[in-house]
């Protein structure tokens, strides 16, 4: 997964500001504070207060993890529009009890920067399934996503050493399966283990 969450614009950077800024007002976001750093870039300091209250409530240790900025980056004479992934907090123990108010987090947020940057959303390009023949959760991911009728790519790492090694260079982890969705602006999304909240979020199944 990647740490941030990035699309680039045809909008010049004051352009693109404006644009964050009115799509954050829009989505009642209380702004804290603009900044612009070396070289260009600006930084909008921004709270989702009701969802972010509830993350917070619920585990304080979750501070770090919450985007409370956006970035628009000019580099190489390309702008870009970021944010932290909030896909981040789907890894942390607090995703069972948040699920709903961190996938609205992520929803609103990536919808905010996709705005601003005047692009739509990512469309999924393909989807990878590593697993390995005694992996019983991997089997039942593979029915799941047959029955909801998800073309994927079935990667068997206990027989390919190369896609093995690949997979642990992503995720850092080892277990299976991993999940991983990419999309057509270069990012990936990757789950870890059998996670149907995150199956049916990213891969639209049930909607």
């Known amino acids: 997964m990647n740490i941030a969450y990035f699309r680039k614009t045809v909008r010049?950077?004051?352009?693109?500001?404006?644009?964050?800024t009115q799509s954050l007002k829009k989505r009642?976001?209380?702004?804290?504070?603009?900044?612009?750093?070396?070289?260009?870039?600006?930084?909008?300091?921004?709270?989702?207060?009701?969802n972010t209250a509830t993350l917070l409530e619920a585990d304080r240790m979750l501070l770090g993890l919450v985007p409370m900025a956006v970035m628009v980056e000019k580099k190489g004479g390309v702008v870009s529009v970021g944010i932290m992934n909030p896909q981040i907090l789907a890894g942390t123990p607090a995703m069972e009890?948040?699920?709903?108010?961190?996938?609205?987090?992520?929803?609103n947020l990536k919808a905010l920067v996709n705005?601003?940057?005047?692009?739509?959303?990512?469309?999924?390009?393909?989807?990878?399934?590593?697993?390995t023949a005694t992996?019983?959760?991997?089997?039942?991911?593979?029915?799941?996503?047959?029955k909801n009728n998800v073309s994927f790519d079935l990667v068997?790492?206990?027989?390919?050493?190369?896609?093995?090694?690949?997979?642990?260079?992503?995720?850092?982890?080892?277990?299976?399966p991993q999940t991983e969705v990419r999309y057509d602006s270069g990012d990936y999304d990757l789950i870890i283990g059998f996670?149907?909240?995150r199956l049916n979020q990213l891969l639209s199944i049930g909607k």
Request: charged share 25%; hydrophobic share 40%.
């Open 115 to 131: 705005e601003a940057a005047g692009v739509g959303e990512p469309k999924i390009e393909s989807v990878r399934l590593y697993s």
């Open 195 to 197: 996670d149907k909240g």
């Open 135 to 146: 992996c019983p959760y991997c089997k039942m991911e593979k029915e799941y996503l047959e």
């Open 28 to 50: 009642n976001m209380a702004i804290t504070g603009e900044t612009t750093l070396p070289g260009g870039s600006v930084l909008i300091q921004f709270i989702d207060t009701a």
């Open 12 to 20: 010049s950077v004051d352009e693109a500001v404006a644009a964050v």
């Open 156 to 176: 068997m790492v206990d027989a390919d050493r190369k896609a093995a090694e690949e997979m642990v260079a992503k995720s850092g982890q080892t277990g299976v």
């Open 97 to 107: 009890t948040l699920e709903k108010t961190i996938g609205m987090m992520d929803a």
